[in-house]
Structures are given as structure tokens and as C-alpha cells.
């Protein structure tokens, strides 16, 4: 019998949640029906999602960022089609295979001169795992620097620089030698690399969870200190990277040229897991420094064909579309469509990030509302993020993120080739959604989406 996907598809069709309830994670599921988020969804296609019933949804969240150029971009798929059309020699493994130098020659030439080498790897946790080994051999070091709400990664070197304790609980003993300090702040950095025993400060440009941002001051001063001190900048653009921010890389804000970046997500086109370590060649040969060293570093997918295919056409398309400009024009349109809502609702205090990365941040009301949003806080904190997400998705069909446990900021991730017509339309049920927040009618609905979902979850 031979595989058909159309087929197996429509024949198990609507099996989703039974199959993740019984096989994979049940509370990824729970949560899902808990918030009337259990969508069957069937096609993508540019900033949009659509279900089996024919509805279509505005993805905000774009798979945290995978999704930069949309869904089925096009010339991704040609090109993905034309590699497996080739039937190229695959990981051969003993090989020095085109496709990996020709991906890591475009990275490079898009990086300050300072980034050299490029080591490629399956995803943004593993280009931090690499990067942390990297710092280590390449200074004779052990401790790694980090900051709080910092969000690097779950395997477990990764998670080691995780600054939040609700995926760290029950998983240590975790990484030694790693230290945090707060976000923004220089003196405390200065504090913990003064002994000189730190082999890398490892940040991110903008934090995502929580989209929180340091000025350019505090980035010279980073920059500063890791040079005074030998330990190494290591920027993790995982998310911020490849014009997410208005710029190829978000650290270009700042005027700071790192000793490694990762990258990962956007890479991939949306196709095939990708991601990359990039580095001084200095720091590359500290770890293969002779031919029996070649190997000590690798990983078995990591200069997958199709993976180095999906790169250098999402790159391609980057350039022959202007991507990274329009993501800046784009995201200067967001702010000024959104500033009269500042002004308008009590409830949203500020709009922060850079380019298309966007921190909606909320905040009880005064007045008569006050009492009952405290109330909201107290049943669990950030509730009241929920509170708009949950509306969103409901009346508007628009898919966004609390940006972090706990803590009232909505994020928002839209596709790099965005239109004013998707800006306006998320503007518009944006305001809807917090006219009746401040009435309190939004309490009884997202209610309501509970108590209809406990409902469904009922055996017959």
C-alpha cells in the first residue's frame, strides 16, 4: 500500500486533540480547549491561517517568529521542490558539501567583519549550546553571564540561561558557572565579570519574553566591559534576527558588533529546522584547532540540504523583496496606528519593541473598574493579558501571545510582509476588545469560553 497524505488526512481528520491527549503533552491540549483555542487548522497561506470550517485567522504570532515571509511563500516552496527534485547526495557527512558554504558565505556577508565562521545546527537552542561551547574553549573559562527574563532555550545547557523559574523548576542540577544579572543593568554586569573567569555574557538585543529593551548606552557599556574583561559578547538573535526588528540583526540598533550571534527561526523559511552559530575565526579554530579536533563539534542534521536550500532562498527573498525595510516602514506604522489607543484606553500603558516586534503592555484601570481588575490580578497574575488574547482569537479571529508568565503584556510576532490592511484590521479589534474590557464585559465572556469548553471536555 503507498502513501497517500491527502488520504491519511482526510481520514483521520478531527483525531487532533485525542491523539496529543493520549500519546503527546495532555496539558498543551487541556490548555488549548480550556481557551477555545483547539482549531483544526487546515491551510496557511502569507499572515493567514484557515480552519477546516473555511474561517480564516490573522497570525500574530507566527510561529514565534518562524514565519517572517509568511506561510507558503512561494519561492521557498519552488526551491524546496527543485532540491528534492535534484535528488541531491544528502548528509554524506564525509563530505565539504556546496550548499552549507554557499549559506554560511551569504550569512557571513550580511555580519560586521568580526563574524567570520559559521557553524550551522538544527535550531536557535542548539545555536546557543554551541555558542556557550564555543566561549568556553575559546577563553579557557567556565562561567557564563546571563540576564533575568532572559529566554535562551530548554534543552539543558540552554535552559541553564533561562531567567524564568517556571521551565527551570525540577530539571536542575542545571549548568555550573552560569550567573544571572538584571536586564539593563551595566553595574551589576560590570560586578560579574570583573573576576575575570566569565567566558561569555549571552543576551538578547530585545528580551522576548516580555519584549523588554535597553538603551544604546547600555549596549556600548556591554560591549565595553566584555572587551576590558576577555569575556566573550555572545548576541542571541534567535528571534530578533533577520529583520524582525527593522534591522538584519537587532544588535545593529545599537552600533555593537558581537564576538558570536546565533540565528535560527526565520532561517528556515517556515520549512525545514534550521539555525547558526557565527563567529570569529579565532574563536572557531579554538575548538578545531587541528585535524583530530575536526569533528569535536557537529551535529548529525545540521548541514541537512534542505535546510541550506530553505536559507539561502529565504535570503534570497529577503533581498528581492526588501523585507528588512519594509518590516522597519511596517513597524513605524504599527506604533503610530496604535499611539491613539494608548491615549484612548486606560487599560494599555505602552507600546514598546523595535520594527515588528511589539510589547502591548496593560495595566488595571482607575475608577469604578479598578476593584474588579485587582480582583482578576488576584486570581493569577498577567490574567488580564488574557483577557485580550482570548477576545481576539474569539470575535476577531486574530492569533497573538501573552508575551511571558505572569506578567500583563500581549506580544506581537506578525509576518515581515504585512500590509497597512492587516495593521488597521488588528488596530480596529484591538480597540473593540478594550472599550469592553474597561466595561467589564470582557471577564463574562472569556467566562463564558471556559465554561463552554469544560462543557465539551464532558464524556458522553
Given at each position: 500500500?503507498?502513501?497517500?497524505?491527502?488520504?491519511?488526512?482526510?481520514?483521520?481528520?478531527?483525531?487532533?486533540?485525542?491523539?496529543?491527549?493520549?500519546?503527546?503533552?495532555?496539558?498543551?491540549?487541556?490548555?488549548?480547549?480550556?481557551?477555545?483555542?483547539?482549531?483544526d487548522y487546515v491551510r496557511g497561506e502569507g499572515c493567514y491561517l484557515y480552519d477546516r470550517q473555511g474561517q480564516r485567522y490573522l497570525d500574530f504570532l507566527a510561529g514565534f517568529g518562524v514565519f517572517a515571509l509568511g506561510r507558503s511563500h512561494p519561492v521557498i516552496k519552488a526551491a524546496l521542490h527543485q532540491a528534492l527534485d535534484a535528488d541531491l547526495p544528502n548528509l554524506v557527512q564525509i563530505d565539504c558539501a556546496l550548499l552549507p558554504g554557499l549559506l554560511a558565505e551569504a550569512l557571513v556577508e550580511r555580519t560586521h567583519p568580526g563574524l567570520e565562521r559559521v557553524v550551522f545546527c538544527n535550531s536557535g537552542a542548539e545555536a546557543v549550546e554551541a555558542a556557550v561551547k564555543f566561549a568556553r574553549r575559546a577563553t579557557g573559562r567556565p562561567g557564563i553571564v546571563y540576564c533575568d527574563h532572559a529566554f535562551h532555550g530548554l534543552t539543558t545547557g540552554a535552559l541553564a540561561l533561562n531567567g524564568g523559574q517556571e521551565?527551570?523548576?525540577?530539571?536542575?542540577?542545571?549548568?555550573?558557572?552560569?550567573?544571572?544579572?538584571?536586564?539593563?543593568?551595566?553595574?551589576?554586569?560590570?560586578?560579574?565579570?570583573?573576576?575575570?573567569?566569565?567566558?561569555?555574557?549571552?543576551?538578547?538585543?530585545?528580551?522576548?519574553?516580555?519584549?523588554?529593551?535597553?538603551?544604546?548606552?547600555?549596549?556600548?557599556?556591554?560591549?565595553?566591559?566584555?572587551?576590558?574583561?576577555?569575556?566573550?559578547?555572545?548576541?542571541?538573535?534567535?528571534?530578533?534576527?533577520?529583520?524582525?526588528?527593522?534591522?538584519?540583526?537587532?544588535?545593529?540598533?545599537?552600533?555593537?558588533?558581537?564576538?558570536?550571534?546565533?540565528?535560527?527561526?526565520?532561517?528556515?523559511?517556515?520549512?525545514?529546522?534550521?539555525?547558526?552559530?557565527?563567529?570569529?575565526?579565532?574563536?572557531?579554530?579554538?575548538?578545531?584547532?587541528?585535524?583530530?579536533?575536526?569533528?569535536?563539534?557537529?551535529?548529525?542534521?545540521?548541514?541537512?540540504?534542505?535546510?541550506?536550500?530553505?536559507?539561502?532562498?529565504?535570503?534570497?527573498?529577503?533581498?528581492?523583496?526588501?523585507?528588512?525595510?519594509?518590516?522597519?516602514?511596517?513597524?513605524?506604522?504599527?506604533?503610530?496606528?496604535?499611539?491613539?489607543?494608548?491615549?484612548?484606553?486606560?487599560?494599555?500603558?505602552?507600546?514598546?519593541?523595535?520594527?515588528?516586534?511589539?510589547?502591548?503592555?496593560?495595566?488595571?484601570?482607575?475608577?469604578?473598574?479598578?476593584?474588579?481588575?485587582?480582583?482578576?490580578?488576584?486570581?493569577?497574575?498577567?490574567?488580564?493579558?488574557?483577557?485580550?488574547?482570548?477576545?481576539?482569537?474569539?470575535?476577531?479571529?486574530?492569533?497573538?501571545?501573552?508575551?511571558?508568565?505572569?506578567?500583563?503584556?500581549?506580544?506581537?510576532?506578525?509576518?515581515?510582509?504585512?500590509?497597512?490592511?492587516?495593521?488597521?484590521?488588528?488596530?480596529?479589534?484591538?480597540?473593540?476588545?478594550?472599550?469592553?474590557?474597561?466595561?467589564?464585559?470582557?471577564?463574562?465572556?472569556?467566562?463564558?469560553?471556559?465554561?463552554?469548553?469544560?462543557?465539551?471536555?464532558?464524556?458522553?
Amino acid at each position: 500500500m503507498s502513501f497517500d497524505l491527502a488520504t491519511l488526512l482526510e481520514e483521520r481528520r478531527g483525531e487532533n486533540l485525542a491523539l496529543h491527549l493520549r500519546l503527546m503533552n495532555p496539558q498543551l491540549a487541556r490548555v488549548l480547549t480550556t481557551l477555545g483555542f483547539d482549531r483544526d487548522y487546515v491551510r496557511g497561506e502569507g499572515c493567514y491561517l484557515y480552519d477546516r470550517q473555511g474561517q480564516r485567522y490573522l497570525d500574530f504570532l507566527a510561529g514565534f517568529g518562524v514565519f517572517a515571509l509568511g506561510r507558503s511563500h512561494p519561492v521557498i516552496k519552488a526551491a524546496l521542490h527543485q532540491a528534492l527534485d535534484a535528488d541531491l547526495p544528502n548528509l554524506v557527512q564525509i563530505d565539504c558539501a556546496l550548499l552549507p558554504g554557499l549559506l554560511a558565505e551569504a550569512l557571513v556577508e550580511r555580519t560586521h567583519p568580526g563574524l567570520e565562521r559559521v557553524v550551522f545546527c538544527n535550531s536557535g537552542a542548539e545555536a546557543v549550546e554551541a555558542a556557550v561551547k564555543f566561549a568556553r574553549r575559546a577563553t579557557g573559562r567556565p562561567g557564563i553571564v546571563y540576564c533575568d527574563h532572559a529566554f535562551h532555550g530548554l534543552t539543558t545547557g540552554a535552559l541553564a540561561l533561562n531567567g524564568g523559574q517556571e521551565f527551570r523548576a525540577g530539571f536542575g542540577p542545571l549548568l555550573p558557572g552560569a550567573m544571572a544579572v538584571p536586564f539593563g543593568d551595566l553595574e551589576a554586569l560590570e560586578r560579574a565579570l570583573a573576576p575575570k573567569d566569565v567566558a561569555a555574557f549571552v543576551v538578547e538585543p530585545i528580551q522576548g519574553k516580555g519584549v523588554y529593551l535597553a538603551d544604546e548606552a547600555y549596549w556600548q557599556g556591554v560591549q565595553e566591559v566584555c572587551r576590558a574583561t576577555g569575556t566573550l559578547f555572545v548576541a542571541d538573535e534567535v528571534q530578533t534576527g533577520l529583520g524582525r526588528t527593522g534591522r538584519f540583526l537587532a544588535h545593529e540598533h545599537y552600533g555593537v558588533q558581537p564576538d558570536i550571534v546565533t540565528i535560527s527561526k526565520a532561517l528556515s523559511g517556515g520549512y525545514v529546522p534550521v539555525g547558526a552559530m557565527l563567529c570569529s575565526d579565532k574563536v572557531l579554530r579554538s575548538v578545531h584547532r587541528s585535524m583530530d579536533q575536526a569533528l569535536v563539534h557537529s551535529s548529525t542534521f545540521s548541514r541537512n540540504q534542505l535546510a541550506m536550500v530553505a536559507g539561502l532562498a529565504t535570503l534570497s527573498v529577503f533581498d528581492d523583496e526588501g523585507i528588512v525595510e519594509h518590516a522597519s516602514r511596517m513597524g513605524e506604522l504599527f506604533e503610530k496606528a496604535l499611539a491613539p489607543l494608548v491615549d484612548r484606553h486606560e487599560t494599555l500603558l505602552e507600546v514598546r519593541g523595535k520594527g515588528l516586534m511589539i510589547g502591548l503592555v496593560f495595566g488595571p484601570p482607575t475608577g469604578k473598574a479598578a476593584r474588579r481588575f485587582r480582583a482578576i490580578e488576584a486570581l493569577r497574575p498577567g490574567l488580564l493579558s488574557q483577557l485580550v488574547v482570548v477576545p481576539l482569537f474569539h470575535r476577531h479571529r486574530i492569533l497573538t501571545q501573552v508575551a511571558a508568565d505572569n506578567v500583563n503584556v500581549v506580544k506581537l510576532l506578525p509576518p515581515l510582509i504585512l500590509g497597512e490592511e492587516e495593521i488597521q484590521a488588528f488596530v480596529d479589534a484591538l480597540d473593540d476588545v478594550l472599550t469592553d474590557a474597561e466595561d467589564g464585559g470582557l471577564l463574562l465572556e472569556v467566562g463564558r469560553t471556559v465554561a463552554r469548553s469544560a462543557l465539551r471536555r464532558r464524556p458522553a
